[in-house]
T-cell receptor, first 110, second 118 residues
Framework: GEDVEQSLFLSVREGDSSVINCTYT??????LYWYKQEPGAGLQLLTY?????DMKQDQRLTVLLNKKDKHLSLRIADTQTGDSAIYFC??????????FGKGTRLSVIA | GAVVSQHPSRVICKSGTSVKIECRSL??????MFWYRQFPKQSLMLMAT?????????EQGVEKDKFLINHASLTLSTLTVTSAHPEDSSFYIC??????????????FGPGTRLTVL
């Protein structure tokens, strides 16, 4: 089946940039998502990108997509302690269920 | 807008009992609701997709007689874990897709229900 891979942990200092990486295997992926999950809570959609885009920026968030390498990244500028959470990458071909990665736990050190 | 609630947020039950979890879309009508299961440090695994007024579609390996899903209205879906066992202990998360939205591309997630079976 299709697979989405992420590194499990990332630790950054407050004020630095965080870069969370994700790779996927489904070449027909049309939509790629980043979700944030805070402790004991559901998922919050942060942003998504269509596969025909290379980059999307939304305030402190920048998503980069390398479709050739099937690599997606999420950059959080000026990382704050409130950004500490688990970040899930997910992909869909548009008419298939979302496939999630295992999540990257971001720890922000004050 | 687009808030999804789940009730209860936490439940502890004895082995062999049944537990019902509710998922409600509070400020929108949802054609489709999804149920996920999340183990510690693991990803979300889709269990089933439910459409209002029709039978749920279960993913491979999910026992439909054990995980009963009812989607009785456009704002409510329930998941009943029947004859629960300790291995059913998990975090159950639902999501809902608003009417007239592309089913999989616009999902709003509930806060999750932590089930512990003793």
């Amino acid at each position: 089946g299709e697979d989405v891979e992420q590194s499990l942990f990332l630790s950054v200092r407050e004020g630095d940039s965080s870069v969370i990486n994700c790779t996927y295997t489904d070449s027909s992926s049309t939509y790629l998502y980043w979700y944030k999950q805070e402790p004991g809570a559901g998922l919050q959609l942060l942003t998504y990108i269509f596969s025909n885009m290379d980059m999307k920026q939304d305030q402190r968030l920048t998503v980069l997509l390398n479709k050739k390498d099937k690599h997606l990244s999420l950059r959080i500028a000026d990382t704050q302690t409130g950004d500490s959470a688990i970040y899930f990458c997910a992909e869909s071909s548009g008419n298939t269920p979302l496939v999630f990665g295992k999540g990257t736990r971001l720890s922000v050190i004050a | 807008g687009a808030v999804v609630s789940q009730h209860p947020s936490r439940v502890i039950c004895k082995s062999g009992t049944s537990v019902k979890i509710e998922c409600r879309s509070l400020d929108f009508q949802a054609t489709t609701m999804f149920w996920y299961r999340q183990f510690p440090k693991q990803s979300l695994m889709l269990m089933a997709t439910s459409n209002e007024g029709s039978k749920a579609t279960y993913e491979q390996g999910v026992e439909k007689d054990k995980f009963l899903i009812n989607h009785a209205s456009l704002t409510l879906s329930t998941l009943t874990v029947t004859s629960a066992h300790p291995e059913d202990s998990s975090f159950y998360i639902c999501s809902a897709t608003p009417l007239f939205s592309d089913s999989y591309n616009e999902q709003f997630f509930g806060p999750g229900t932590r089930l512990t079976v003793l």
